[in-house]
């Protein structure tokens, strides 16, 4: 196992930002961390790459515990690198921010001439090789970082929101680098996004965060609901004041409602139809994801589904046709 965590917290002054009580990785998996902003992501991706310890809880690395309060870190984050949403570059040339780490790592130059090379051909940089790293795009910039990242030759690399500040053709061609990392080099690659489709397209597993908590569902078709008291096995409770939903929970007032769209299911709409959250819509989007088709219907809020792309080919739904959605119990999350 390339992580393990176990009880961990991380606590600024009065608010827990981070609250898993158990998650794990494997080794050579891309995964990415999924959630909106506030949940915790950046933070999770800081304690995994040593930049900052825990409040409290264990992070095991390959099978050894991390004791973030020794002096004596410096092997570990040589294997394990994080490439920064805002990454900053020394005020020199490409080549000499490359250099550097190899350099202090004792690497002969012409070694050091040939893995910068290969770095910066892994992500299309070769051209800029003697630019002025403070004159780069930042799009430019952020392949220079991950170059940089990659020239070390780490067991793993952390990215914290790769493409969030980026142009939509270095989003591309930074997807495509995070891909080749992984074929390329065998690295474990783990990335945060809060976009559910990059993260379906371009990660192995998805671990998805909600208020510090890792959460069972993709972060998708999440909405505030007021859930009423009684003893009820389900209780009624209505989204944006629109769409009556049946929830089995014991829990009363505010809270957060997921449905999982990888469990919605579709079918043509019939003239009646009383199933327990079961809903008539239009079908309003469409959209290939990986070896999933996206389906987004309206029924009166919109919702996200997520279907097998062989059993969209079965029945392909198509934008305008009118279905009936319905949400298994088993699909709907009190968070």
């Known amino acids: 196992m390339l992580f393990e965590i176990k009880d961990l917290t991380k606590v600024y002054g009065n608010r827990t930002v981070l609250d898993i009580p158990e998650l794990s990785f494997e080794k050579g998996i891309v995964y990415s961390l999924l959630g909106p902003n506030g949940s915790g992501k950046t933070t999770l991706l800081e304690i995994l790459s040593l930049l900052a310890p825990p409040t409290t809880g264990v992070v095991r690395y390959n099978g050894s515990p991390i004791d973030f309060l020794s002096n004596n870190l410096t092997a570990l984050r040589r294997e394990i690198v994080m490439v920064q949403q805002n990454p900053v570059l020394f005020t020199t040339t490409v080549y000499k921010n490359l250099d550097f780490g190899l350099k202090v790592r004792g690497v002969p130059k012409a070694k050091r001439r040939r893995l910068i090379e290969e770095a910066l051909d892994l992500v299309g940089m070769r051209g800029f090789i003697h630019a002025e790293a403070n004159r780069l795009s930042g799009g430019e910039t952020q392949r220079v970082a991950i170059a940089r990242a990659i020239v070390c030759s780490p067991k793993v690399i952390l990215f914290d929101e790769p493409t969030s500040n980026v142009d939509a053709e270095n989003q591309s061609a930074i997807e495509s680098i995070l891909a080749g990392i992984h074929s390329q ?16 397209r371009l990660s192995q597993r998805i671990i998805s965060l909600f208020e510090g908590r890792a959460v069972p569902s993709l972060f998708e078709n999440i909405f505030s609901v007021n859930l009423p008291p009684g003893n009820e096995q389900f209780k009624s409770c209505l989204i944006q004041d629109t769409i009556k939903v049946s929830v089995k929970t014991n829990k009363i007032g505010s809270a957060k409602l997921s449905i999982d769209p990888r469990l919605i299911q579709l079918e043509e709409q019939p003239a009646k139809d009383n199933r327990r959250n079961s809903f008539n819509g239009r079908v309003t989007q469409l959209a290939e994801e990986k070896d999933h088709a996206r389906i987004v219907v309206d029924i009166g809020i919109t919702l996200h589904v997520l279907t097998r792309e062989d059993v969209y080919r079965s029945r392909p739904f198509l934008v305008g046709d009118k279905v009936t959605v319905s949400c298994p119990d088993e699909s709907i999350q009190v968070l």
């Open 185 to 200: 080099k065998q690295v474990s690659v783990i990335f945060t996004t809060h976009n559910l489709t990059q993260a379906s």
